[in-house]
């Protein structure tokens, strides 16, 4: 658990740490159909889903905000219509593996 009173930069990346371990934990020893399993109707949100859009908001927020680089979005909806990435990374691909989206994330 990050310090609850810190310097804005601590306290950014210290909560950052904590959110990053605690999706990684819930992940970690999940089989690869229980990754991409919805956590409870209706939602269609998914374990494997959620890492997808980590790696999405941090690419987003570092490399096109920050860094002001033009990356284009990383993950393309599961429907494919090559606009790619517009849901956030939440909507999986047939293809998209938890391995796969870790090594983007991480």
Excluded: I
Excluded at 2 to 19: H, I, K, N, Q, T
Excluded at 24 to 44: F, I, M, N, V
Excluded at 45 to 59: C, I, N, S
């Amino acid at each position: 658990m990050p310090p609850l009173v810190a310097d804005e930069r601590s306290s950014l990346e210290g909560w950052l740490d904590f959110y990053r371990a605690t999706l990684a934990q819930k992940c970690e020893e999940l089989p690869e159909d229980q990754l991409r399993e919805p956590s409870a109707a209706p939602s269609t949100m998914t374990l494997l889903g959620l890492v997808q859009h980590a790696a999405a908001v941090e690419r987003n927020w570092f490399r096109r905000v920050l860094a002001q680089e033009d990356v284009p979005p990383l993950f393309a909806p599961a429907g494919g219509g090559g606009g790619g990435g517009h849901d956030g990374g939440f909507e999986l691909a047939e293809d998209a593996t938890y391995g796969g989206a870790v090594a983007v994330w991480q």
